[in-house]
């Protein structure tokens, strides 16, 4: 719901965004985990049901949200966004990972998985998988990790607006556009107007 709410925000403001990386659960093994419901939440066949509160905010926001019953091992898709970066694609593969884990349920951990949302995107596969084998990202992942423990960071997602303001969970969008006017105010009057928004991502 926060990236719905960001996507508002964008029409208003000149943004750019910054896809980071957060370890919300690094004790995930590579195959995932079996993910129980939380308190409110119900249980269907393959994937949990939202709790009332998130269903109607989901609802709200015109997005479609179901919780897999897997939680996925998410430093390979932090490696394909971070690659991704190379080509002004971060964004979209965001999306569509989003998108491919919230309404399909897929497991993300699954290279087979992240080689169809890649090339989905106009990403090259031939050239990610051996990144990926190679761990080529993960130190990087890891920094980001340790950056954003410095800064406080505890959940997902988190937003960090032009280095000054700091907020996480599904804020209302009146938060974020306070939010990017209040930083425009304070900047130096000779900067750009462009917002720069830190992301923080990771599985749920």
Not at 68 to 96: C, D, M, R, S
Not at 118 to 140: F, M, N, Q, T
């Amino acid at each position: 719901m926060g990236l719905a709410r960001l996507d508002r925000l964008a029409a208003e403001f000149n943004i750019e965004f910054d896809y980071r990386a957060f370890m919300l659960h690094p004790e995930i093994p590579p195959e995932g985990k079996i993910r129980e419901p939380r308190p409110g939440e119900g249980k269907g066949e393959g994937e949990s049901e939202l709790s009332p509160r998130i269903a109607a905010l989901a609802e709200e926001e015109g997005i479609v949200m179901r919780r897999a019953n897997l939680t996925p091992y998410t430093i390979h898709a932090q490696a394909v966004t971070e690659y991704a970066k190379g080509f002004g694609k971060a964004g979209e593969f965001h999306h569509a990972a989003y998108k491919a884990f919230w309404e399909d349920g897929v497991n993300l951990g699954d290279f087979d998985v992240l080689k169809e949302i890649a090339i989905g995107v106009g990403l090259d596969w031939d050239d990610i998988l051996p990144k990926l084998e190679s761990c080529e990202y993960d130190r990087l992942i890891q920094d980001q990790f340790d950056e954003a423990i410095q800064l406080g960071v505890t959940g997902v997602p988190g937003f960090l607006i032009d280095d000054r303001f700091w907020f996480t969970g599904a804020q209302p969008i009146g938060m974020f556009r306070l939010a990017a006017k209040k930083a425009l105010e304070i900047r130096e009057p000779e900067k750009n107007t462009r917002l720069g928004i830190g992301i923080e991502a990771g599985e749920e």
